[in-house]
């Protein structure tokens, strides 16, 4: 008897009927695990004994009962709660759910909804053979080799919206590679150096009294020179949540690469979740992220939200010249009440403004929308970030010294 079958005995899932249920439990985790989210044989095992504690003829205290304890992160729960409706219809008509799947999400969108993409390649995915060594004297046709090449290329354009859950996570490996080079700026700070500019008199004359009063030498200073501090404001709504999960794993490699980086994140309220981050290892810091979260996927407040920044947090991380990454859509649910003034404060605040908005990706694109005009007329540069090359792009213009507003697509 396997490990599952032996839990399921014992939390009274193996008389009759129990078999069937236990297995479907395990195959509801392969499910969810193949779409992208962290359950393994943990999680499988509070499942089948939660479902002792509740009627299994209600499907609302089931569905309860199995969120509770199979899904860790916010970002999980729409997923998860679109897995168990299409998993729990009937569990082995696997083309038939991946197929409404995708037909319902057409209906709504005109395309299939991400979620509804990562199910449906997860419920038509077919089970991996056994490992087997492979022969001697097989050897890899060169072909392969062009094909992950060409594949890579494609994921570098690739619109985040639209990656599967496999995508998304090569996706992130590339993301914590980019290094972010800001271009460095002279501060007030002086640091001795024999070769440097200037005369450093303090200390010259501090290293006189140790010769009688006698200046032998004179000491010399070079002015501190270091990056700008960093500060990102990053939308969480529920139009920018599936750039804002990959975008945080952006902001998560800068913090753990350089100092003096500050993250915030709004919805309908801000918060700063610049400790977090530093964590090392980021499923860490994500899931302390998501503990102090309380708005993720909810409305959007700009306006609000950068006038408590501007007025609580931008004495604090804005000295030295800092450079602002805005991150945000403009969609604000109350207008532009307010928008314009707080950009143009924001925007006098810092060195460097620089909007972020992945609807720049379409061809054509117009500012329309009220927040998107009040705030446009405020920034120095407005870039996309939708894909890895537009973060690379972003990069790249970040370690170089620009003035002037600029729109790059």
Not at 100 to 127: D, F, H, I, V
Not at 129 to 154: G, I, K, Y
Not at 244 to 270: C, E, I, M, P
Not at 280 to 288: G, I, K
Request: include cysteine.
């Amino acid at each position: 008897m396997s490990d599952l079958a032996t839990a399921a005995a014992l939390a009274g899932l193996g008389g009759a009927g129990g078999g069937a249920l236990a297995a479907n439990i395990e195959g509801f985790g392969r499910l969810l695990r193949r779409a992208g989210l962290p359950v393994g044989h943990n999680e499988i095992l509070a499942a089948m004994e939660a479902l002792t504690l509740v009627p299994l003829d209600d499907r609302r205290q089931t569905h309860a009962a199995l969120r509770a304890v199979m899904v860790r992160r916010r970002e999980h729960s729409e997923l998860f709660d679109q897995a168990f409706l299409m998993y729990w219809r009937n569990p082995e008509a696997d083309r038939n759910a991946a197929a409404m799947a995708l037909l319902e999400g057409m209906k709504e969108r005109g395309k299939p909804p991400p979620g509804s993409r990562r199910l449906a390649e997860a419920r038509s995915a077919p089970r991996p053979p056994p490992d087997r060594p492979p022969p001697q004297d097989e050897q890899q046709p060169p072909t392969e080799v062009a094909l992950a090449v060409s594949e890579r290329e494609r994921l570098q354009s690739m619109d985040f919206e639209t990656m599967s859950a496999e995508q998304i996570a090569r996706a992130k490996q590339e993301i914590r590679r980019l290094v972010l080079p800001l271009d460095e700026r002279p501060t007030r700070r002086f640091r001795g150096d024999p070769q440097g500019p200037t005369v450093d008199l303090r200390a010259t004359i501090r290293a006189s009294l140790r010769q009688g009063g006698e200046v032998l030498s004179l000491e010399r200073r070079r002015r501190v020179v270091r990056p700008p501090p960093l500060v990102a404001l990053c939308d969480i709504s529920g139009s920018m949540a599936r750039y804002a999960q990959l975008l945080l794993h952006f902001l998560h490699a800068v913090t753990n690469d350089r100092a003096r980086v500050h993250s915030f994140l709004f919805g309908t309220r801000l918060t700063n979740v610049t400790r977090q981050l530093r964590h090392r290892d980021p499923e860490v810091a994500f899931e302390m992220v998501s503990h102090i979260v309380p708005d993720w996927s909810g409305g959007t407040r700009i306006g609000e939200s950068l006038a408590l920044f501007n007025r609580h947090w931008a004495r604090r991380v804005l000295g030295q010249g800092a450079v602002v990454l805005l991150i945000t859509d403009g969609l604000d649910r109350e207008g532009a009440r307010g928008l314009a003034e707080e950009t143009a404060r924001l925007h006098r605040s810092c060195r460097r403004l620089v909007w972020l908005n992945p609807l720049l990706r379409y061809e054509g694109f117009q500012p329309r929308s009220e927040g998107i005009r009040a705030m446009l007329p405020h920034v120095d540069e407005f870039r996309t970030v939708h894909s890895l090359d537009s973060l690379r792009a972003l990069v790249e213009s970040l370690s170089h010294a620009r003035s002037g507003r600029a729109l790059a697509a």
